[in-house]
């Protein structure tokens, strides 16, 4: 059986482009494939966050994880700090990465970019990205576009360890989703759905109610023609909701094109916002029954248990390959 790792980091709530493009096919993966997922959180102090609100974060993470369909008995659901190797594997994957190729990475560009004072993990934490990935024998991992280049440099770092000391990583395939994987902002359709938008009007979040839900969706940015059809050059705005409304409705966008033949946008937006409301309610419902229970912290011990066994046999091959310690 083939191995899936998919890390989050928990800097913030997940969003409707966070599920379409991942979450929402974790379930069907993991009747198929031996799952890691991991809430990444010492991704998310490479810039700076508030204590209580990480540790929130990251208990919600995990609880979202499951609510969206995460089997804990047969994924391996777990937080990355509470797994050493990971810190420890991603230093030796940062000693034989060269700085050229870290300045080259695209987010490290944007993030770093005009800031007088630039962490030195927004250069470094791809090679711990990577760490994550090789510590499992991973075959795929589920990754948007924007997060090819990572998986690019985790092959390379793999290939250059296994060629320099010693043959033991699996190199990963990215795994990306042919649709959803990138839903776009409803303020500016041209650029993707963050979750650290300013905008909150572009953002629906999971966690967000029936109200607020409908209202973003109301004010979605579209166009004056009126006219419900996918056209993502011309209609960025209208094509994003359809993707949105196709996915979650199993409606194909020809289906749903032919459907508002004739109809305006309000009615259009009204039957968007009740889709995703009526998807995201189960999970949400499931998510408030999980975050302040003791089964959540049950299912978060078995997973770094787990995760620690396998994380450590890996940690100690590379060790024995790059000649530290002594031979175990």
Same mark, same amino acid.
């Given at each position: ?5 998919? #890390? ?17 096919? +974790?379930? !069907? ?6 799952? +890691? ?37 047969? $994924? &391996? ?30 987010? +490290? ?28 024998? &991973?075959?795929?991992?589920?990754? #948007? ?24 990583? !699996? ?13 776009? $902002? =409803? ?12 905008? =909150? ?37 209208? $094509?994003?909701?359809? &993707?949105?409304?196709? @996915? ?42 999980? @975050?302040? $229970?003791?089964?959540?912290? &049950?299912?978060?011990?078995? #997973? ?25």
């Amino acid at each position: 059986m083939k191995t899936i790792f998919s #890390g989050i980091q928990p800097s913030g709530s997940l969003t409707l482009g966070n599920y379409l493009g991942a979450l929402r096919h +974790f379930p !069907t993966l993991q009747d198929e494939y031996n799952c +890691f997922f991991c809430v990444v959180d010492q991704h998310a102090i490479t810039i700076p966050q508030d204590r209580l609100a990480l540790r929130k974060n990251i208990r919600s993470l995990a609880a979202v994880y499951i609510a969206a369909g995460i089997d804990p008995e047969k $994924s &391996t659901l777990f937080i990355q700090s509470e797994v050493p190797a990971h810190a420890q594997a991603g230093w030796m994957m940062q000693c034989i990465s060269y700085i050229g190729e870290l300045e080259r990475m695209t987010q +490290f560009k944007d993030k770093s970019h005009g800031k007088e004072g630039v962490s030195a993990s927004l250069l470094t934490y791809p090679p711990l990205m990577a760490a994550d990935i090789l510590l499992y024998n &991973t075959d795929l991992v589920p990754v #948007g576009d924007d997060q090819k280049q990572h998986i690019e440099l985790t092959r390379d770092l793999a290939e250059r360890f296994n060629k320099k000391y010693n043959d033991i990583f !699996t190199i990963p395939e990215p795994r990306i989703s042919e649709v959803g994987a990138r839903i776009m $902002s =409803l303020q500016e359709p041209t650029k993707k759905m963050s979750k650290s938008d300013e905008n =909150l009007k572009a953002t629906i979040f999971l966690l967000d109610d029936e109200k607020q839900i409908e209202k973003k969706i109301k004010s979605a940015v579209t166009d004056s023609e009126g006219i419900v059809k996918y056209d993502k050059e011309n209609k960025p705005g209208v $094509s994003n909701l359809l &993707t949105i409304y196709s @996915i979650l409705s199993n409606k194909t966008i020809p289906q749903l094109e032919e459907e508002y033949t004739g109809k305006g946008y309000g009615e259009f937006k009204a039957d968007v916002a009740k889709v995703v409301v009526d998807s995201l309610k189960p999970i949400q419902e499931k998510y408030h029954q999980l @975050i302040d $229970s003791e089964l959540l912290d &049950t299912y978060l011990d078995q #997973g770094a248990e787990k995760a620690n066994k396998v994380a450590s046999k890996m940690l100690r091959k590379m060790e024995n390959g790059m000649g530290l310690g002594r031979k175990r």
